[in-house]
């Protein structure tokens, strides 16, 4: 996959437009912020329309038209910025979406984790909501639902696309999607 870094520094205006657009402006904000550094982004290629095709069959879900559209514009983002310590840039920051081939999925319980190391059901909130009326359902983060992790966040938490309330005739939901859109089986 071809990588290029674009490397801006605090108070320099050396982004693109559609950077900014992408980042929502996160990356001006930071340049302009006291202290701010080496504020990095590393620019990808496109993921090609079969990649994306290819991983909603793999795991019976389509992305949503946003989501899509990000992939087609860059297959994924990583960025990074450092404050100023005593003179000397110390990383401090980073925001991360995973290519469309990382999108992997989240599973309840891990395979490979430490004997108290909490899963995705010990985040689940088993308080009733009753009272809330008019918010959205929060995602159940367990087995009636698909998870997949955009962002590692350095193994300090995991930013998340959650399709709820998933049942197995979410599969054959795809296939037609795609038939209906042209797209190859």
């Known amino acids: 996959m071809e990588e290029k870094a674009l490397r801006s520094v605090s108070g320099s205006s050396s982004t693109k437009p559609?950077?900014?657009?992408?980042?929502?402006?996160?990356?001006?904000?930071?340049?302009?912020?006291?202290?701010?550094?080496?504020?990095?982004?590393?620019?990808?290629?496109?993921?090609?329309?079969?990649?994306?095709?290819?991983?909603?069959?793999?795991?019976?879900?389509?992305?949503?038209?946003?989501?899509?559209?990000?992939?087609?514009m860059t297959d994924g983002f990583h960025m990074t910025w450092s404050v100023k310590f005593d003179d000397n840039p110390m990383p401090l920051g980073s925001m991360t979406i995973n290519s469309i081939s990382k999108l992997n999925r989240v599973r309840a319980s891990p395979v490979y984790a430490l004997p108290n190391a909490p899963t995705l059901a010990d985040l689940e909130d088993t308080d009733d909501e009753e009272g809330n009326s008019g918010q959205p359902e929060k995602p159940h983060l367990d087995s009636r639902s698909l998870v997949f992790e955009l962002d590692p966040c350095g193994g300090n938490g995991k930013v998340c696309l959650v399709y709820k309330n998933t049942k197995p005739a979410m599969v054959q939901h795809v296939q037609a999607h795609h038939r209906q859109h042209g797209a190859a089986l």
Do not use: M
């Open 18 to 72: 559609y950077l900014e657009k992408l980042t929502l402006g996160v990356t001006r904000i930071l340049e302009a912020s006291p202290g701010v550094t080496e504020v990095t982004f590393v620019e990808k290629v496109p993921a090609e329309r079969h990649a994306i095709v290819s991983w909603e069959q793999k795991n019976a879900c389509v992305l949503p038209e946003d989501l899509k559209n990000f992939y087609l």
